[in-house]
């Protein structure tokens, strides 16, 4: 297996566990950038959970991620599996209220395949 295949493969997993993903340089409770440090403060207004990856600690991602997304930088938001953007897009999404909805529907899906016995 390529390293790509293996990087592709570990984005694939993180996508497929959380609905909420953020690759940043640093993580959610030590930012090490002011664009990542933004993003995660936008995430945290939602009070949804969500899960960070930090690109300067992992090799896989820092060399793959883009080539995945077909994003060049840091952070890239993922909600529900897609690219949503960048620090800039996912904060005009939360001023302009389109990103409550993204996340919203989001969650609205989690646990629809569930049966209640």
């Not at 936008?42 to 992992?58: I, Q």
Request: net charge negative.
């Amino acid at each position: 297996m390529t390293d790509q295949a293996k990087a592709f493969d570990k984005i694939k997993g993180h996508l497929a566990k959380d609905k909420i993903v953020i690759y940043m340089k640093g993580t959610p409770q030590a930012p090490r950038c002011g664009f990542s440090a933004q993003a995660v403060s936008v995430l945290n207004a939602h009070g949804k959970p969500f899960s960070g990856y930090d690109v300067l600690s992992d090799e896989e991602l820092w060399n793959h991620l883009d080539e995945y997304s077909g994003w060049e930088t840091f952070p890239q938001v993922f909600v529900d599996g897609k690219l949503i953007g960048g620090c800039d897009i996912v904060t005009e999404m939360h001023q302009s209220g389109e990103l409550k909805k993204v996340i919203e529907d989001a969650f609205a899906t989690a646990g629809s395949g569930t049966t209640i016995k």
